[in-house]
């Protein structure tokens, strides 16, 4: 670093004097160093105590100071060892600007005796900063026209730094158009100039981009762009050109009104409104060339508007000029040669005449149905018709004459297979291309009484579900005929039999125009589950003909009965409640009692579950029911705790939609285990009675259902074959023996009452048949639950009468 001492003449001396003789006064004298600008922090600038004279044991003392208006954090002191060092960042740009010096000035201030130094730190310029352009891209735009040595200004880089740093040169991208041009004037600025030195050619270069640089005189230099973007603008110096100067074209002589006949296009390589072109017929123009052709003057199409006739007129030819839209236009033209050409413009024609229809499906081979005649305008080959016939059967054409046929029929007729006929006579010329006509001829076929009405099976399988209202809709049969007006209105009527002790027409109705069948009353599942009748169909044909269709309506059971509680033989308690004596000292798991309930219903409507309802208060029960079996049983060892009585509820639920319930009313008395044998002695033996004679009815049921299961395969054969070897007949509907049902592939029986029910037909005595049904099980079952479950005994057994 510099340094430099300033004093006036006689400065030591004076010194001296002042610091023996005042008490106070600032030093006079200045301290000068320099430093680079952007210096990194801790860069060392001058040893300031030692150039102003200070010892370093002093300088704390003292209180030694520095100060700096503005800029007081760039410069600090180490008081340790009176270096003058970097702080902060300097930038010369920030604090100067472009002035030639920039110098920071301190104010180093002591005490005792007060003293006053001043200091000046110059800042060096580096070349931190690169030429800079007004902006990154330039556009001129430049007409063709103009000449060579044409001058045009541009704005030059600016560099923030100064002397030599801030000396700039420029240069451009090579290229043959553009040459760079730099005069520096008086006031030491220079004027940048871009000279063209060769003319331009839009149509060869739309667009010139060139790269012009700036490098200032640093060491290392630093360098500035900007893009120049050159547009060339267009003047009209080319005429619009034709590919050709002469088309030739055909057109058909019935080609449609605006057709195109040829699009032309012409080239004119000028830009914007001068290679703009407009295309029109050059005068004097024919009316004959008005009067067929039109042209569109945007884009060159020229199309038909009137009528071509060969017979008229041969060959048009049309002279068109393309002009384009500059100041001074210019003009290109060529010629078109339209040819028409000749076609088979005629349709033959067909006349039909005595027409004879309908005819009727039973008519002869042979018989005429019509007359028809052709003609063709045109000559020669083009006025030469044949005729042919589609469909080809069961009808033909005969010819009778020159240009005259016949429609004949050529086969029998079925009006049920076909009941109009459409036939297209085809008159064809001999042109080329032939053309042709049709003609449609619809053939009615009259019905004759010939079809029976007709069911579309033979027999119909009806769900009906019970309690449904009177009246109600339960079916509706069709039968077709295939005959047509009143040969096919099919009237329908139930064929009456008696059902048990009543007639069929109590039970259902049938109307007799839409086949619709009520049922006149409620049915009831357990009373009647299937009810099988005849409908028959008649059409109104002279003479009538008629069938019959069965129909078996199978009612469907519904949850329409609640379970019922049994009373347990033996077991006390009044109300209905179930009084059992449950000795204190059994063990968790132990039965104490059970419930048993039944459904009247069938399937999933008689399927019963049993919860056991929450006591009062939330207090944990003891006891707990199994879900499908009824059985009370504890939950653990019962203590001196548990209350002497207590009354358990148990839910009693089927599985119907929506389910119906029960409620059971069990009260449990818990005593000694002395007492609870003498106390139930009676109740225990009438119960062991109970369950031994269950036993036995299981067995006894067992064996029915291995009866009942050969019963019913011989059933089934003696019926099939009764079918298929004689007619139905009538019969009374008798009661069935009780069927035992099984639902649930768990073990969850459940034993309903004994009810006497029937299937009643028309076609013998009832049936009686084995119906197994599996509902699904819950979905998960608790884990004291699911231990509980016990295998299914004899009294979870249900008959039904089935059919």
Same mark, same amino acid.
């Given at each position: 670093?510099?340094?430099?001492?300033?004093?006036?003449?006689?400065?030591?001396?004076?010194?001296?004097?002042?610091?023996?003789?005042?008490?106070?006064?600032?030093?006079?004298?200045?301290?000068?160093?320099?430093?680079?600008?952007?210096?990194?922090?801790?860069?060392?600038?001058?040893?300031?105590?030692?150039?102003?004279?200070?010892?370093?044991?002093?300088?704390?003392?003292?209180?030694?100071?520095?100060?700096?208006?503005?800029?007081?954090?760039?410069?600090?002191?180490?008081?340790?060892?009176?270096?003058?060092?970097?702080?902060?960042?300097?930038?010369?740009?920030?604090?100067?600007?472009?002035?030639?010096?920039?110098?920071?000035?301190?104010?180093?201030?002591?005490?005792?005796?007060?003293?006053?130094?001043?200091?000046?730190?110059?800042?060096? #310029?580096?070349?931190?900063?690169?030429?800079?352009?007004?902006?990154?891209?330039?556009?001129?735009?430049?007409?063709?026209?103009?000449?060579?040595?044409?001058?045009?200004?541009?704005?030059?880089?600016?560099?923030?730094?100064?002397?030599?740093?801030?000396?700039?040169?420029?240069?451009?991208?090579?290229?043959?158009?553009?040459?760079?041009?730099?005069?520096?004037?008086?006031?030491?600025?220079?004027?940048?100039?871009?000279?063209?030195?060769?003319?331009?050619?839009?149509?060869?270069?739309?667009?010139?981009?060139?790269?012009?640089?700036?490098?200032?005189?640093?060491?290392?230099?630093?360098?500035?762009?900007?893009?120049?973007?050159?547009?060339?603008?267009?003047?009209?110096?080319?005429?619009?050109?034709?590919?050709?100067?002469?088309?030739?074209?055909?057109?058909?002589?019935?080609?449609?009104?605006?057709?195109?006949?040829?699009?032309?296009?012409?080239?004119?390589?000028?830009?914007?409104?001068?290679?703009?072109?407009?295309?029109?017929?050059?005068?004097?123009?024919?009316?004959?060339?008005?009067?067929?052709?039109?042209?569109?003057?945007?884009?060159?199409?020229?199309?038909?508007?009137?009528?071509?006739?060969?017979?008229?007129?041969?060959?048009?030819?049309?002279?068109?000029?393309?002009?384009?839209?500059?100041?001074?236009?210019?003009?290109?033209?060529?010629?078109?040669?339209?040819?028409?050409?000749?076609?088979?413009?005629?349709?033959?024609?067909?006349?039909?005449?005595?027409?004879?229809?309908?005819?009727?499906? #039973?008519?002869?081979?042979?018989?005429?149905?019509?007359?028809?005649?052709?003609?063709?305008?045109?000559?020669?080959?083009?006025?030469?018709?044949?005729?042919?016939?589609?469909?080809?059967?069961?009808?033909?054409?005969?010819?009778?004459?020159?240009?005259?046929?016949?429609?004949?029929?050529?086969?029998?007729?079925?009006?049920?297979?076909?009941?109009?006929?459409?036939?297209?006579?085809?008159?064809?010329?001999?042109?080329?291309?032939?053309?042709?006509?049709?003609?449609?001829?619809?053939?009615?076929?009259?019905?004759?009484?010939?079809?029976?009405?007709?069911?579309?099976?033979?027999?119909?399988?009806?769900?009906?579900?019970?309690?449904?209202?009177?009246?109600?809709?339960?079916?509706?049969?069709?039968?077709?005929?295939?005959?047509?007006?009143?040969?096919?209105?099919?009237?329908?009527?139930?064929?009456?039999?008696?059902?048990?002790?009543?007639?069929?027409?109590?039970?259902?109705?049938?109307?007799?125009?839409?086949?619709?069948?009520?049922?006149?009353?409620?049915?009831?599942?357990?009373?009647?589950?299937?009810?099988?009748?005849?409908?028959?169909?008649?059409?109104?044909?002279?003479?009538?003909?008629?069938?019959?269709?069965?129909?078996?309506?199978?009612?469907?059971?519904?949850?329409?009965?609640?379970?019922?509680?049994?009373?347990?033989? *033996?077991? *006390?308690?009044?109300?209905?409640?179930?009084?059992?004596?449950?000795?204190?000292?059994?063990?968790?798991?132990?039965?104490?009692?059970?419930?048993?309930?039944?459904?009247?219903?069938?399937?999933?409507?008689?399927?019963?579950?049993?919860?056991?309802?929450?006591?009062?208060?939330?207090?944990?029960?003891?006891?707990?029911?199994?879900?499908?079996?009824?059985?009370?049983?504890?939950?653990?060892?019962?203590?001196?705790?548990?209350?002497?009585?207590?009354?358990?509820?148990?839910?009693?639920?089927?599985?119907?939609?929506?389910?119906?319930?029960?409620?059971?009313?069990?009260?449990?008395?818990?005593?000694?285990?002395?007492?609870?044998?003498?106390?139930?002695?009676?109740?225990?033996?009438?119960?062991?009675?109970?369950?031994?004679?269950?036993?036995?009815?299981?067995?006894?049921?067992?064996?029915?259902?291995?009866?009942?299961?050969?019963?019913?395969?011989?059933?089934?054969?003696?019926?099939?074959?009764?079918?298929?070897?004689?007619?139905?007949?009538?019969?009374?509907?008798?009661?069935?023996?009780?069927?035992?049902?099984?639902?649930?592939?768990?073990?969850?029986?459940?034993?309903?009452?004994?009810?006497?029910?029937?299937?009643?037909?028309?076609?013998?005595?009832?049936?009686?048949?084995?119906?197994?049904?599996?509902?699904?099980?819950?979905?998960?079952?608790?884990?004291?639950?699911?231990?509980?479950?016990?295998?299914?005994?004899?009294?979870?057994?249900?008959?039904?009468?089935?059919?």
């Amino acid at each position: 670093m510099l340094f430099s001492w300033r004093g006036g003449p006689g400065a030591p001396s004076l010194l001296l004097s002042l610091l023996l003789l005042a008490v106070w006064e600032p030093g006079s004298g200045q301290v000068h160093y320099s430093v680079p600008e952007e210096a990194k922090h801790g860069t060392f600038v001058g040893r300031i105590a030692q150039d102003l004279g200070l010892e370093l044991a002093e300088l704390v003392p003292r209180l030694f100071r520095v100060a700096s208006k503005g800029h007081g954090d760039l410069l600090e002191v180490n008081l340790q060892n009176g270096i003058l060092f970097v702080n902060s960042r300097i930038d010369r740009e920030e604090l100067c600007g472009r002035s030639l010096e920039c110098s920071i000035h301190l104010e180093v201030i002591v005490d005792r005796p007060l003293q006053v130094f001043h200091v000046e730190v110059e800042v060096k #310029d580096i070349n931190d900063n690169p030429p800079v352009f007004p902006e990154s891209k330039k556009r001129l735009v430049i007409a063709e026209s103009r000449p060579p040595e044409t001058r045009f200004p541009l704005d030059g880089a600016s560099d923030a730094d100064i002397g030599v740093n801030s000396a700039l040169t420029y240069r451009i991208d090579p290229n043959e158009y553009f040459v760079l041009d730099t005069r520096n004037n008086r006031e030491q600025t220079s004027s940048l100039s871009l000279v063209l030195r060769k003319s331009l050619d839009r149509e060869q270069i739309e667009e010139h981009s060139l790269l012009l640089t700036a490098n200032d005189g640093g060491k290392p230099e630093l360098t500035g762009t900007v893009q120049l973007l050159i547009t060339v603008l267009d003047v009209n110096d080319n005429a619009p050109e034709f590919d050709q100067y002469i088309y030739k074209v055909t057109v058909l002589e019935n080609a449609f009104n605006g057709t195109l006949v040829i699009k032309l296009n012409a080239t004119d390589p000028d830009d914007g409104t001068n290679g703009d072109i407009i295309y029109s017929f050059r005068r004097p123009v024919s009316p004959a060339v008005l009067y067929a052709f039109i042209i569109n003057p945007n884009n060159g199409e020229i199309r038909t508007r009137g009528k071509l006739d060969f017979e008229e007129k041969k060959l048009y030819e049309i002279s068109v000029e393309a002009i384009d839209k500059g100041n001074i236009p210019m003009a290109g033209h060529c010629t078109i040669l339209v040819e028409i050409l000749d076609i088979n413009d005629n349709t033959p024609e067909i006349t039909i005449t005595s027409l004879s229809l309908p005819v009727r499906e #039973d008519a002869q081979v042979g018989t005429v149905i019509a007359l028809i005649s052709v003609s063709d305008r045109d000559s020669g080959a083009n006025g030469r018709v044949t005729c042919s016939l589609i469909p080809h059967v069961p009808f033909k054409l005969v010819s009778t004459f020159k240009n005259y046929y016949s429609l004949v029929l050529d086969s029998t007729l079925d009006r049920e297979s076909v009941a109009n006929y459409v036939l297209v006579v085809t008159a064809r010329d001999g042109g080329s291309p032939s053309l042709s006509a049709t003609a449609s001829v619809s053939v009615e076929v009259a019905d004759v009484n010939d079809n029976v009405p007709a069911f579309a099976q033979p027999e119909y399988t009806v769900f009906v579900k019970e309690n449904n209202p009177p009246g109600c809709h339960i079916f509706t049969v069709s039968a077709r005929d295939a005959d047509a007006q009143e040969n096919a209105l099919v009237s329908y009527s139930l064929v009456e039999r008696r059902v048990g002790e009543r007639a069929l027409s109590s039970y259902v109705s049938v109307h007799a125009e839409s086949g619709k069948v009520y049922a006149l009353q409620p049915l009831d599942h357990e009373e009647l589950e299937l009810l099988q009748f005849q409908v028959s169909a008649r059409d109104a044909g002279v003479p009538p003909l008629g069938s019959n269709v069965t129909l078996q309506v199978f009612v469907l059971d519904e949850n329409d009965n609640a379970p019922a509680l049994l009373p347990r033989p *033996g077991a *006390g308690g009044a109300g209905g409640a179930l009084s059992e004596l449950v000795s204190r000292s059994v063990g968790a798991g132990h039965v104490v009692a059970k419930v048993r309930a039944v459904d009247a219903d069938s399937g999933y409507n008689a399927w019963l579950s049993y919860e056991l309802q929450p006591a009062a208060g939330g207090a944990r029960s003891p006891f707990r029911v199994a879900l499908y079996t009824g059985e009370i049983s504890t939950t653990r060892t019962l203590d001196e705790a548990d209350p002497a009585r207590q009354r358990l509820l148990v839910l009693v639920k089927d599985h119907g939609e929506p389910a119906l319930t029960a409620t059971a009313t069990v009260l449990l008395s818990l005593v000694e285990s002395g007492q609870a044998p003498k106390a139930s002695s009676r109740v225990l033996a009438g119960a062991a009675g109970a369950e031994a004679a269950l036993v036995d009815v299981n067995v006894y049921l067992i064996v029915a259902i291995c009866a009942v299961s050969s019963l019913l395969v011989l059933t089934l054969l003696l019926s099939t074959a009764l079918r298929c070897s004689a007619p139905p007949t009538e019969g009374a509907c008798g009661p069935g023996k009780p069927t035992l049902v099984c639902s649930s592939a768990v073990g969850s029986w459940s034993y309903s009452q004994q009810r006497r029910q029937r299937v009643c037909s028309g076609e013998g005595p009832p049936k009686t048949d084995l119906m197994a049904f599996s509902p699904s099980l819950p979905p998960c079952l608790s884990s004291t639950e699911g231990t509980s479950e016990r295998e299914p005994d004899s009294e979870h057994l249900k008959e039904v009468s089935s059919y």
